[in-house]
């Protein structure tokens, strides 16, 4: 059941001079969501900003009452967003869309780029209590780009590429071994840029297995009231809003 | 308590607060926020003849107080709605508005034909102002003989209601709106959106993949306002107002301009609550006014 609903900012923590994770306390006891799902967010006190952002959930703690998310600032919605202080109110409405589909054997590879790593702890820790063996692999320009704390070694196989060369294995996701000649899962689980979730695509049709894609779209309503976020798929346009954001990339065209 | 019961044009509500076609979905979308069967009416998404892809991504980009959508009216056609989503919609204790669209005169005319026979449409939303279809639509709202023939053509085969709206996108909408009233619509209702554009200075490039798109939200509201105020000063039916409604304020000002009722579209974004808040807000307005009743209160704006 999807709710509309008000939280509290508990605090801001900067990862990077552009990227932070925000914690929100909920006024009502929070619902459990699962990995992939997304919440429409309220900017509060920007009134340039119109509507409200959707956001991947990072975190979701129903005992403690808490909520996280793990944003990137590209312009003036997420600026605000970082300059939260704690107390102030922000509107959600949440649990939205469908989630990754969790394995409970096997060795599967989870692929985060850019602000795409937000869903991935949440999405390890399932699969491992399923019974899965979740291997990771985080993609960044440089070693500033990621971050990745214990909480994600306790859960997978952490592994990690830059572009730069400055941390882990030189070059884009898809250049790592493990996406090559150690290629060795049952499934790839990726959000991030189109480009790099296409690449894994790829890999995946070649492979014979299933890659499932967290997709990003321009969304005015996040519940699929407007039909603002549609997507092609082989069963024509769909809103990635209700039916993703999380697609079986082979009922996607073109991709 | 006041009376909140308003008559448009032989359709009773049990209150003024209705939503915009092409923002609530077809009603289920609030299921898990709000009690549909509330409202006064909800009007749902534009139906056409044969299924509809609509438009390209990007379809939406966000303004100042606003925002513009080239949605396209993707819907699966008028004979997937009647066997497919009026059965699952039905039960709501409420009145169902089906937003009629097409391109040509007698797709329009087929689709009321097919909506004639659903018990539970009491009435159509006759679109002819949508600014988002490559050929038709808009084009029969812009133009006084094309909204003559369209209304026309629809009167001739639609029995129950009919409630026909107009686009903001031309020199006199009251030209207009007197035209479709000679024709026979029973009420009005306006304004859909406003043709803009957005562009990405960086790229260089239009953000909607249409190139234009059609604008709602607060920033159109005073536009809105007056075009309800002309309309209701030169027709004798009803109107319905929209056009930035975001709260209760919003929606006695369109009451005071001349509206009977209102509908509430792009404020569903924000908030899917924003309905029944406002629904409630009229409600205090109305006893903190000692106004007895709705009705009263539609074109009290006082000029002097
Ligand atoms: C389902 C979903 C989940 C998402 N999860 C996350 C997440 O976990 N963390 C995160 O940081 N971001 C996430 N995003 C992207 C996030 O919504 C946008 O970055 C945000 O809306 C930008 O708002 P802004 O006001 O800062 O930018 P604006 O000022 O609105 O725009 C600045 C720039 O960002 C681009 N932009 C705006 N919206 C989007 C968008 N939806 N997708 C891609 N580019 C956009 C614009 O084209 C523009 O160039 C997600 C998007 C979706 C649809
Ligand atoms: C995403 C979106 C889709 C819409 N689709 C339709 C439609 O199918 N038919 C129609 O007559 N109006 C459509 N409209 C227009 C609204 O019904 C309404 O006239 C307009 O948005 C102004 O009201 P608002 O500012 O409260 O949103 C649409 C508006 C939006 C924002
Ligand atoms: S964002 Fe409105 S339908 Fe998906």
Redesign the interface.
């Known amino acids: 059941?999807?709710?509309?609903t008000d939280f509290h900012v508990v605090e801001v923590q900067h990862l990077s001079h552009d990227t932070f994770i925000i914690v929100l306390q909920g006024t009502e006891p929070v619902i459990a969501v699962l990995p992939g799902q997304f919440a429409e967010v309220?900017v509060p006190g920007s009134p340039?900003?119109?509507?409200?952002r959707p956001l991947s959930v990072h975190g979701c703690d129903p005992v403690a009452g808490t909520i996280s998310f793990y944003v990137k600032v590209v312009g003036k919605g997420t600026a605000r967003m970082s300059e939260l202080l704690p107390g102030e109110k922000v509107?959600v409405?949440y649990p939205l869309g469908n989630h990754f589909t969790i394995l409970e054997e096997g060795r599967v590879l989870l692929v985060g780029g850019g602000t795409g790593v937000a869903p991935m702890l949440m999405l390890a820790n399932k699969l491992k209590k399923a019974g899965a063996e979740p291997v990771m692999i985080i993609g960044g320009r440089s070693a500033a780009d990621i971050h990745i704390s214990d909480a994600y070694h306790a859960v997978a196989e952490m592994h990690v590429t830059t572009e730069d060369g400055s941390l882990g294995v030189k070059g884009r996701v898809t250049d790592h071994p493990l996406l090559k000649e150690e290629f060795n899962f049952n499934r790839i689980y990726t959000c991030g840029p189109d480009p790099m979730m296409k690449a894994l695509s790829a890999i995946a049709r070649e492979k014979g297995v299933v890659c499932e894609a967290s997709l990003e779209?321009?969304?005015?309503?996040?519940?699929?009231?407007?039909?603002?976020?549609?997507?092609?798929t082989t069963d024509?346009?769909k809103c990635v809003c209700t039916e993703g954001p999380v697609f079986d990339t082979t009922y996607l065209e073109n991709w | 308590m006041a009376d909140l019961k308003i008559d448009i044009g032989g359709l009773l509500l049990k209150n003024p607060v209705m939503t915009a076609s092409g923002t609530f979905g077809y009603g289920p979308e609030f299921d898990d926020f709000i009690n549909v069967s509330d409202l006064g009416g909800i009007v749902v998404k534009g139906t056409t003849l044969e299924h509809r892809e609509g438009n390209k991504y990007p379809r939406m980009a966000e303004t100042p107080a606003g925002m513009l959508n080239s949605v396209g009216l993707q819907n699966k056609g008028v004979d997937y709605f009647a066997k497919h989503i009026y059965p699952a919609i039905s039960h709501y204790d409420t009145h169902i508005l089906v937003n009629v669209s097409g391109s040509r005169v007698e797709d329009y005319v087929k689709v009321c034909e097919v909506l004639n026979e659903l018990e539970g449409i009491p009435g159509i939303e006759l679109n002819i102002s949508c600014p988002n279809v490559k050929e038709g639509g808009m084009a029969f709202g812009t133009s006084c003989p094309s909204a003559r023939e369209v209304t026309k053509a629809v009167r001739a085969v639609y029995h129950k209601h009919l409630m026909v709206k107009l686009s903001p996108n031309v020199t006199s909408i009251a030209e207009i709106a007197k035209v479709v009233e000679d024709e026979g619509a029973d009420s009005l209702s306006l304004i859909n959106t406003l043709l803009g554009i957005a562009i990405n200075a960086e790229t260089r490039r239009p953000v909607l993949s249409t190139i234009t798109g059609g604008l709602s939200g607060p920033a159109i509201k005073p536009i809105a306002l007056r075009m309800v105020w002309q309309v209701a000063n030169a027709v004798k039916i009803p109107i319905v107002g929209m056009g930035g409604i975001m709260n209760a304020t919003d929606a006695i000002e369109f009451i005071l301009a001349g509206a009977s009722a209102i509908q509430v579209g792009t404020a569903n974004f924000l908030d899917p609550t924003v309905t029944i808040k406002i629904l409630r807000g009229i409600e205090e307005y109305l006893d903190r006014h000692n106004v007895a009743t709705v009705k009263e209160l539609v074109g009290a704006m006082e000029c002097c």
């Open positions: 059941m999807k709710k509309v309220e340039e900003v119109f509507l409200r509107s409405i779209n321009t969304m005015a309503c996040g519940f699929g009231a407007c039909l603002c976020c549609v997507v092609k024509g346009h």
